[in-house]
């Protein structure tokens, strides 16, 4: 994980509207001369499929290894599209009659075969557990009132957490509940984002949309800011992974739009170094 200096922060300021009145002076295009120099595109992926619709402004993914297809909700047509690769795109889940609900956050448990999403409309929000064959509605939990349930991460033994961006809250769905309840009520967590949970269920990372990533201890109910080199830029964190003693992070907004890998410490409680994969 070899850590360059100004290229890891990952900052563009041409992205920044807080720029855009001295984005043509001589001063600014030196800079960003700069930065392109120090941040040289990386490419490291492949073209697996192309969606041939183009009306659906596609919001998460969720990926059937098993089935070879995945999964995304459309935030322009309201539903959740199954794609096989190499087929074509259908709906599996489609609104109902009036239904104003959005898709953000959608995670498969392979254990029961179903597809869990989030569901957002002007009067609440909701987690709702599909069929990953059919499609049907198997189970659902919501609140009423101003949230926005925006990314999931599912634990060993289905335990739901989600973020929920509006309150700056996270909220846990277990098994044998249909109540959401809201964990390390007493943080805000600003803007609250990406959100994975690591290998043993010990931990949750939150990322912030703006700068950072917090860490709650699941057994205490903890919540500290994970420590990271000041040369590492944490901002604008979309989707967060956990796998392998790394987080894999998408980031956007005013930085360069890139995949991340951030390497942890021993006991995933640190950043210690990074890769910019994409």
């Given at each position: ?248 992070a998408i980031q956007n907004g ?25």
């Amino acid at each position: 994980f070899p850590t360059r200096r100004s290229s890891d922060l990952g900052f563009d300021p041409s992205r920044d509207v807080d720029f855009a009145s001295i984005r043509n002076t001589g001063e600014f295009q030196s800079i960003m001369e700069e930065v392109r120099r120090q941040t040289p595109p990386v490419s490291n992926s492949r073209l697996i499929a192309t969606i041939d619709q183009r009306n659906l402004f596609p919001e998460n993914l969720a990926v059937d290894s098993t089935r070879k297809m995945f999964f995304f909700g459309s935030t322009a047509t309201n539903e959740i599209v199954r794609c096989p690769i190499g087929a074509g795109c259908l709906p599996l889940v489609s609104p109902s009659r009036g239904e104003q609900g959005y898709t953000l956050g959608l995670k498969i448990d392979k254990r029961s075969g179903t597809l869990w999403a989030t569901n957002n409309t002007p009067s609440g929000s909701s987690l709702r557990q599909y069929d990953l064959r059919t499609g049907k509605l198997k189970r659902s939990a919501s609140l009423r009132g101003k949230h926005v349930f925006n990314d999931l991460a599912l634990s060993s033994t289905g335990v739901v957490y989600v973020t929920d961006t509006s309150e700056g809250s996270v909220y846990e769905l277990h098994n044998q509940s249909g109540t959401l309840r809201k964990i390390a009520p007493e943080h805000t967590f600003t803007a609250a984002n990406g959100i994975a949970i690591c290998p043993d269920d010990k931990m949750l990372y939150i990322s912030a949309w703006g700068d950072g990533i917090d860490v709650i201890d699941l057994r205490s109910g903890s919540v500290q800011p994970i420590p990271h080199p000041a040369n590492i830029g944490l901002s604008f964190i979309d989707g967060l992974y956990a796998i392998h003693g790394s987080l894999i992070a998408i980031q956007n907004g005013p930085m360069l739009p890139r995949i991340v890998r951030f390497r942890l410490s021993n006991d995933g409680r640190e950043i210690v170094g990074m890769r910019t994969l994409e």
